[in-house]
Structure formats: structure tokens, C-alpha cells
């Protein structure tokens, strides 16, 4: 940078640095004006300052003319190069974004735990579910097993009613047979042919007592009795009378091929009652 050859040499460093301060007072009075004013910064994330780096560079003085050719000049004023330095940014408003984003944080983490406790109770709702149908489908199950084993022993229980039932007619059928034919076989082979009543005890009838005697007797070849005894069922009162009567009776002798044979244990129930 070349000054102009008549420009004094003591004025132009002078000039310089007045130049450069007065462009300094412009630049601070203009950012004042717009403080004033209302402008404030953007809000926007603090980016690396720039920097804009200057040199200063003096020239020497050049050597003196010894003749002023060109009249004298104003000199112009070197252009200066300006530092611009953004402005720093409010702590405040830092301190507000911090916040924000802590909260904005905070939320989203929220957010995301509410998400995961929601999705986890929909996931224990499902398995619940899923158990209730599996414990509904067993008891249904178990109670079809238990209906079926139900149904099962009922048709058993019946058919062992109706086996018994049917066991028992036959038993029934087949001691009635045996009783026809015993009857039947009695009446063919020793029937009575002669009983006659007991005479009824005078003490007994005094003191008015009445009651039953058994008496157990073979009946011979020839029918007639023998051995007649009473049972212990007898009163003392009706022994005597009872056997008296029974010697008396007459039978026709059971008769087993041809043959009269001695049928044992007959027996004969008298009974005691006062008219």
C-alpha cells in the first residue's frame, strides 16, 4: 500500500489510526441503535465465532522531494478493515433452552416409559386372557369327562339293578318251583289224615295266659309219631298239652320208590288262644 506523493510524511500515521477509530465509533454506535431499537438476536444454537484477522502495516516515510511538482492534495483516507464480532448469546436465554431441552427430555422418556407400561399391560391382559380361555376350556373338558363318567356309571348301576332284579326273579321262580314240588311231593306222600286240637290248660286258662308251642316229631312207615319234643318256644303251661296232641296224629307214609320210608322233622305249631 502506497500513499500519495504529496501527502506529508509526519500526517499519514496519524490519519490512519483516526481513520480506524472513527470506523470503530460507527460500528459500535450502529449496533447501539439497533439494541435500542428492538433488535435482539436470533435464538438459533451458538455457532463458532468468526474471526475476521487484520494487519496493520506502516510504510516509511518516503524521502524528501525537493520540488513540489503537483499542488498539495487532501490525502484520502486508507480504507480500514473492520472487525465484526457477533454478539454473545444471553445466558438467560441459554439457560431457557436447557431447560427446555431437559424437558422436552423428560417427556420423551415419559413417553417412552407410559409406552412400555401400556404395552406391558396389554401384554399381561392377553396372557390373562389366554389363561382364562385355557381354564375355561379345561373345565369344560373336565366336566364332560365327569358327565361322561357320570352317564357311564349310571348305565352300569342299571344294568346291575336289572341283573340283580333279573337274578332275583329267578331266585324267586326257582324256590317256588321248589316249593310247588316239595308241596306237591309232600301232599303226594305223607299227608295228615288225622289232628286234633290240644286241650287248653285249666291254669293257663285261668290266669289267662296265651301263646304258641312248636313240637318236632318223625313220622314212621306206618305214620304215626314218633319222638315228639317241644321247642324252646313253648310256655311251660302248653308242653304237656302240646305233645299229648301231637302223639294222636295220623300221616300217610312218605312212599321213595316203591317203599314207605320215616320222614324226620316234622314240625307242628299249636297255638293258644282263649275265644
Given at each position: 500500500?502506497?500513499?500519495?506523493?504529496?501527502?506529508?510524511?509526519?500526517?499519514?500515521?496519524?490519519?490512519?489510526?483516526?481513520?480506524?477509530?472513527?470506523?470503530?465509533?460507527?460500528?459500535h454506535a450502529a449496533v447501539l441503535g439497533l439494541l435500542l431499537h428492538g433488535w435482539t438476536p436470533e435464538l438459533n444454537a451458538p455457532q463458532a465465532t468468526q474471526v475476521l484477522r487484520t494487519q496493520l502495516v506502516s510504510l516509511p516515510p518516503p524521502e524528501p522531494m525537493a520540488e513540489v511538482q503537483e499542488p498539495q492534495q487532501t490525502a484520502a483516507a486508507e480504507p480500514v478493515e473492520q472487525v465484526v464480532k457477533e454478539p454473545?448469546?444471553?445466558?438467560?436465554i441459554e439457560r431457557q433452552r436447557l431447560e427446555q431441552a431437559e424437558l422436552a427430555l423428560k417427556r420423551a422418556?415419559?413417553?417412552?416409559?407410559?409406552?412400555?407400561?401400556?404395552?406391558?399391560?396389554?401384554?399381561?391382559?392377553?396372557?390373562?386372557?389366554?389363561?382364562?380361555?385355557e381354564r375355561e376350556r379345561q373345565e369344560r373338558l373336565e366336566a364332560e369327562r365327569q358327565r361322561h363318567e357320570a352317564e357311564q356309571r349310571e348305565a352300569l348301576r342299571r344294568e346291575e339293578?336289572?341283573?340283580?332284579?333279573?337274578?332275583?326273579?329267578?331266585?324267586?321262580?326257582?324256590?317256588?318251583?321248589?316249593a310247588r314240588e316239595v308241596e306237591a311231593a309232600?301232599?303226594?306222600?305223607?299227608?295228615?289224615?288225622?289232628?286234633?286240637?290240644?286241650?287248653?290248660?285249666?291254669?293257663a286258662?285261668?290266669?289267662g295266659i296265651e301263646g304258641t308251642c312248636t313240637v318236632s316229631y318223625s313220622v314212621n312207615?306206618?305214620?304215626?309219631?314218633?319222638?315228639?319234643?317241644?321247642?324252646?318256644?313253648?310256655?311251660?303251661?302248653?308242653?304237656?298239652p302240646s305233645l299229648a296232641a301231637a302223639k294222636r296224629f295220623r300221616y300217610q307214609p312218605r312212599i321213595i320208590d316203591g317203599r314207605a320210608v320215616t320222614v324226620p322233622e316234622v314240625k307242628n305249631t299249636f297255638h293258644y288262644r282263649i275265644q
Amino acid at each position: 500500500m502506497t500513499l500519495p506523493d504529496s501527502v506529508p510524511a509526519a500526517c499519514s500515521p496519524w490519519r490512519s489510526h483516526a481513520v480506524a477509530l472513527v470506523a470503530t465509533l460507527g460500528l459500535h454506535a450502529a449496533v447501539l441503535g439497533l439494541l435500542l431499537h428492538g433488535w435482539t438476536p436470533e435464538l438459533n444454537a451458538p455457532q463458532a465465532t468468526q474471526v475476521l484477522r487484520t494487519q496493520l502495516v506502516s510504510l516509511p516515510p518516503p524521502e524528501p522531494m525537493a520540488e513540489v511538482q503537483e499542488p498539495q492534495q487532501t490525502a484520502a483516507a486508507e480504507p480500514v478493515e473492520q472487525v465484526v464480532k457477533e454478539p454473545e448469546p444471553d445466558p438467560r436465554i441459554e439457560r431457557q433452552r436447557l431447560e427446555q431441552a431437559e424437558l422436552a427430555l423428560k417427556r420423551a422418556e415419559q413417553e417412552k416409559q407410559e409406552a412400555a407400561r401400556l404395552q406391558e399391560q396389554r401384554r399381561l391382559r392377553e396372557q390373562q386372557q389366554r389363561e382364562r380361555r385355557e381354564r375355561e376350556r379345561q373345565e369344560r373338558l373336565e366336566a364332560e369327562r365327569q358327565r361322561h363318567e357320570a352317564e357311564q356309571r349310571e348305565a352300569l348301576r342299571r344294568e346291575e339293578l336289572a341283573r340283580v332284579a333279573q337274578q332275583r326273579e329267578q331266585a324267586e321262580a326257582a324256590a317256588a318251583e321248589r316249593a310247588r314240588e316239595v308241596e306237591a311231593a309232600a301232599s303226594r306222600q305223607y299227608l295228615p289224615i288225622a289232628k286234633q286240637a290240644p286241650a287248653y290248660p285249666p291254669r293257663a286258662l285261668d290266669k289267662g295266659i296265651e301263646g304258641t308251642c312248636t313240637v318236632s316229631y318223625s313220622v314212621n312207615p306206618q305214620g304215626r309219631i314218633e319222638n315228639p319234643k317241644a321247642l324252646d318256644d313253648c310256655h311251660p303251661l302248653f308242653i304237656q298239652p302240646s305233645l299229648a296232641a301231637a302223639k294222636r296224629f295220623r300221616y300217610q307214609p312218605r312212599i321213595i320208590d316203591g317203599r314207605a320210608v320215616t320222614v324226620p322233622e316234622v314240625k307242628n305249631t299249636f297255638h293258644y288262644r282263649i275265644q
